[in-house]
């Protein structure tokens, strides 16, 4: 049970993780708290600190041209939002809402009210202080000026402010009668630090000089590696029928992602290092013309027109029964059986050291790559077997609190259709199934799209949703992970020649037994682990968890050493 | 475990007759579960972060401390609950020293009054009256300028004894350093502590003239006053104090002027002083218990500091009514800890002593703080020699409150930062529970003001 947990100082609200997007994309840890105008500009923040109303800060030129309007500077009325604010519903039935609109609405229709002329912020008063935007000899502040002032408002406390018409002749001086409207200062950005609805897109940058990407143009990947990649996948334009990509070795290569040439003569591999590739970017005066052309770059590839996410499966929920049937008899063994079957893949990979790198100069960086890959899907599977296995123990104690939970840990002979688990080297074969097990719209990912529609109809169960969402939604990184390695793996000899393969045959309980012991421990530890902390006994299963994750290390060490020597591990005898 | 009544002086090893040393604190090092009347919250020591949290998780959490059996779980919960991070407080030293940016001098190591509990025995430290001749001074200052940016700030600070005894070093200091700090680019500070009984029309402009912080030592009203500060001869100092404060309060603008109180078992009822005296026109008014003194007179037992502890808890409720009418109560003892607990203040020291701030003597010794002057155990240098960092490094290694006992299994220890050094060598920590009581108090009217009066704290 997760309890009632709200920060309070400032402390506590500092070290508070928001769940969903990574603290990096949140506002409050944007570079231009630090460097104001560095990816956004913090004044068009208070441009909306009214609702219903647009600002614009204006200096006095430096040097004016004869004849300009007098006495520009200051807060000036840019335009009325009230119609698009989100914080002023007509159907709004605050009262402070229903008069700012029926005050705006009175004002604009007339003549000489608000929709002509130029309007100016007169004064703001908050807490009984009352604040004019003038010197004493009633000279207009510098924008400037007023919005460090304007930015000392709080919000969500009540705040009365005051606009007056300037004439446009003479030198400008005030005319006409004060409108006073009486409202809240906008909260900017809401608890969870995403900015008010009310802002539009481009709104934030649109003063700043250069785009962003020319700021950042030399940080390369040491600093700013989630909004400036260093290198990327090209777009993968031409695909076949089965939405693979018709040149899948082209689609593999590592990109520069500011290179010159974007024609696709210009898609050669970047180089290893920021100084080789430093002749072929874009400079900073190009960044500003050319930074249009720069490709927003998802899972690491670029994206080179329209993105389309892959098609969901859709689902209809069930009853929690059925899912709690189909996590135990299906999706927590297979869980366990892909962990393995990738595990056993990953293992027949050779080593950097092992491979031919005068023949294949690329292929050290291959399968280390190809390696990282698949052991980065092998450890997200034993993952999820952790989770189905939670689902399991809440869904158990749910529907009957008497329940005895029982862990599954173990394989299933049969994927998916009929087809035989198989604990088989990572051969293009291999992968291209391991491709149709994760793509989205197959077995697992319905499945889990299932336990997603049935548990979302259940808010007394959210934590289990969300759970499940993160199964579901890795899925996609599955496949993109081993659609990936395809492309990689075309650009070699495949069959018997296949420089990235060890020669694995599938070993015995004896020739394996140095990796199989402590595989059963692993087992064994996870067992008495799940049921621990099913019963809520966190500390003891801890302990558990800590022995089973020593223990995988040396499953790890002993099947690689194994595998080395051309002895696959049975994971299953079936 | 009975109570040990010794204290073994950390860094000479020397063995120092103390009071008894408390045992091993209530409930978590971590966290601690209390409550308020919006509710129930937790405050985790690293960090000192304040959380609000239902009932059950309460519970909970209390279950979890009480089984004292369950740190490991409680742990572990704590890390689901995400509230587990990484550390704020490093549990080594500092990796360095940080540079000596503050000095009090003991410009008067005399006094004219006879106050019996004095840390400064009668103002001479135990020895022989001395004043401070100016070149000690202006060392000092030359010293605190040497290790100063530009931009930078450092402060003085004249204590005693008297400090007004010395007054022609005072002036003298004050326009040597103001001097020379502009010539450096670096702004300059300063502070005195002083009786009163000497406040002349001339102080008053030196102090009004470089916005002065001045903190008279007030022990009481009228008689209590005068039982407690009394001159040497005996006689009552409230009058004469009064007379010449009133002028320097009126003319408070670059300069504030705070009353601080040391409180025996003869003055606790405080909640009508801090009343009165805030009434005057002192800018703040604070107070702290007596908890060493050189002979042991005036020091607090437990029960006392119970006493004392209701009048706290008495004058925070004017200090209360007084925000929710919209005026100020400058009480600094809960002002100053509101405030750090709304910033979420975490220290592993309870001062800068020995630290950014050190006490220099008459005779250019310097000490970790003033209440060092003349004492062994606090040398760390002297201004023709120069700050001993040595004995500093060893200082900030030993006084750190996660190698003090009880205070690394306190929940309570950075905010309190292990008690005044002074003090806990000489005498041990008597006052644990007394403090941890207050702090208790001071989180639950956090929340309470926070959300009655949440632009106090902007």
């Known amino acids: 049970m997760n309890g009632f947990i709200q920060p309070r100082n400032l402390t506590a609200r500092a070290a508070h993780q928001v769940v969903g997007n990574p603290t990096s994309t949140r506002m409050e840890s944007g ?18 600190f009214f609702p219903g109303l647009v600002f614009q800060f204006v200096q006095t030129p430096l040097y004016p041209v004869p004849g300009i309007l007098p006495a520009q500077q200051g807060a000036k009325l840019a335009w009325l939002d009230s119609l698009e604010d989100p914080a002023l519903p007509f159907t709004s039935d605050e009262p402070w809402v229903r008069d700012l609109l029926a005050t705006l609405e009175q004002n604009i229709g007339q003549i000489n009210h608000l929709s002509q002329g130029r309007w100016y912020l007169d004064s703001f008063e908050q807490y009984g202080t009352t604040f004019v935007m003038a010197d004493e000899h009633g000279t207009p502040y510098e924008g400037e000026m007023v919005w460090r002032m304007i930015r000392g408002i709080q919000p969500n406390e009540p705040l009365t402010i005051r606009i007056q018409q300037r004439s446009d002749a ?70 076949l029928d089965d939405g693979q990509p018709a040149d899948p070795t082209d689609a593999a290569v590592k990109l520069d992602w500011i290179r010159r040439d974007r024609s696709p003569g210009g898609r050669v591999a970047s180089a290893a290092t920021i100084t080789e590739n430093r002749p072929f970017q874009i400079d900073h005066y190009e960044m500003n013309a050319r930074w249009e052309e720069l490709p927003f770059v998802l899972e690491g590839r670029e994206i080179g027109a329209v993105y389309s996410p892959p098609e ?124 149709e097990i994760e793509r989205p719209g197959g077995q697992i990912d319905t499945a889990y799209a299932q336990a997603v529609s049935t548990l979302k109809a259940r808010p007394d169960l959210g934590h289990l949703y969300d759970l499940a969402i993160r199964i579901d939604t890795d899925g996609n990184e599955h496949y ?90 049975p994971f299953w005898t079936d | 475990m009975a109570a040990v009544p010794v204290v073994l002086g950390q860094r000479s090893g020397v063995l120092r007759v103390g009071g008894p040393v408390p045992q091993a604190p209530p409930g978590s090092p971590d966290v601690h579960p209390f409550r308020s009347t919006h509710g129930h919250h937790v405050l985790v020591a690293d960090g000192s972060r304040l959380y609000d949290i239902d009932e059950a998780l309460h519970t909970e959490l209390a279950a979890l401390i009480a089984d004292g059996s369950a740190a490991d779980a409680l742990r572990g919960r704590l890390q689901d609950l995400g509230l587990a991070s990484s550390d704020h407080i490093g549990q080594g030293a500092p990796a360095q020293v940080v540079d000596v940016r503050y000095a009090s001098l003991a410009v008067a190591q005399s006094c004219n009054l006879g106050c019996t509990y004095c840390y400064a025995d009668g103002g001479d430290f135990g020895g022989t009256p001395a004043m401070m001749p100016l070149d000690v001074a202006y060392a000092t200052v030359d010293r605190l300028l040497a290790d100063a940016d530009p931009g930078g ?20 200091t004050v326009a040597y350093a103001a001097e020379r700090a502009e010539a450096c680019g670096v702004e300059v500070t300063f502070s005195i502590t002083t009786n009163a009984t000497l406040l002349t029309a001339a102080d008053v402009d030196l102090f009004d003239e470089h916005g002065f912080a001045v903190t008279v030592s007030i022990d009481g009203l009228g008689e209590v006053h005068d039982a407690l500060r009394p001159t040497r001869s005996g006689e009552g100092t409230w009058d004469r104090i009064m007379a010449r404060v009133q002028p320097m309060l009126a003319r408070q603008g670059r300069m504030q002027v705070s009353a601080r109180a040391s409180i025996t078992p003869a003055n606790t009822a405080i909640r009508t002083a801090v009343a009165e005296l805030l009434g005057m026109g002192f800018h703040s008014v604070g107070v702290a218990p007596v908890l060493r003194s050189p ?48 910033r979420g203040t975490h220290r592993p020291y309870p001062c800068g002593a020995g630290g950014a701030y050190l006490g220099v003597g008459a005779d250019g010794s310097a000490a970790a703080c003033h209440r060092f002057v003349g004492d062994d155990e606090g040398a760390m240098g002297s201004v023709d020699a120069g700050w001993d960092h040595a004995a500093r490094a060893g200082w900030a290694a030993d006084r750190h409150v996660d190698r003090q006992e009880p205070c690394r299994s306190c929940w309570a220890r950075y905010l309190c930062g292990g008690g005044c050094h002074h003090e806990v060598i000489g005498r041990g920590r008597t006052s644990c529970d007394f403090i941890r009581a207050w702090l208790e108090h001071c989180l639950a009217t956090y929340v309470e003001v926070a959300n009655a009066h949440p632009r106090w704290f902007a």
């Open chain 2, 153 to 172: 700030r450092i402060g003085l600070a004249f204590i005693g004894g008297e400090p007004l005894l010395n007054r022609r070093v005072i002036g003298d």
């Open chain 1, 480 to 569: 993109s992970r081993f659609s990936d390695i395809g492309r990689i793996l075309a650009a070699y000899p495949s069959g018997v020649d296949a420089p990235y393969l060890r020669s694995v045959e599938l070993g015995t309980a004896e020739t394996a037994a140095a990796a199989l012991t402590p595989f059963h421990t692993l087992v064994e530890r996870l067992t008495d682990a799940y049921k621990l902390e099913a019963s809520g006994d966190e500390a003891p299963a801890q302990r558990k968890i800590d022995e089973a994750r020593t223990a995988m290390l040396d499953v790890q060490s002993a099947a690689d050493d194994l595998a080395a020597r051309g002895i696959g591990v």
């Open chain 1, 312 to 435: 969901r499966a859709q689902a209809v929920g069930a009853t929690l029964e059925a899912l709690q049937t189909r996590l135990r008899t299906e999706l927590a063994p297979l869980e366990f059986t892909l962990a393995l079957q990738y595990l056993y893949a990953m293992f027949s990979v050779r080593t950097p050291a092992e491979v031919d790198a005068e023949r294949w100069p690329d292929l050290p960086g291959d399968v280390a790559a190809i390696r990282q890959f698949v052991m980065l899907v092998a450890v997200s599977e034993m993952q999820h077997l952790r989770w189905a296995n939670r689902l399991l123990w809440e869904l158990d104690q749910h529907l009957d609190p008497n329940a005895v939970y029982q862990p599954v840990l173990h394989h299933t002979s049969t994927l998916w259709k009929g087809e035989a688990a198989e604990l088989a080297p990572l051969t293009p074969e291999t992968v291209q199934r391991f491709v």
């Open chain 1, 31 to 48: 570079v231009a708290n630090c460097f104001p105008g560095l990816e956004w500009d913090i004044r068009e923040l208070d441009r909306r």
């Open chain 1, 170 to 239: 003479g030198t400008g001086e005030p005319i006409g009668d004060k409108v006073t409207l009486k409202g809240f200062r906008r909260q900017f950005l809401d608890p969870d630090g995403v900015v008010d609805h009310s802002f539009k897109a481009g709104e934030l940058t649109m003063s700043m000089c250069n785009p962003w990407s020319h700021d950042f143009r030399d940080c390369a990947c040491h600093y700013w590696a989630s909004n400036h990649p260093d290198v990327v996948l090209g777009p993968a334009e031409a695909t």
């Open chain 2, 295 to 342: 002979n042991g007179s005036g020091e607090l037992d437990p029960a006392q500091l119970d006493v004392l502890l209701a009048e706290l808890k008495a004058t925070t409720v004017d200090f209360r009514a007084a925000l929710d009418a919209g005026q100020s109560y400058r009480f600094s003892n809960i002002t100053s800890a509101l405030q750090m607990i709304h």
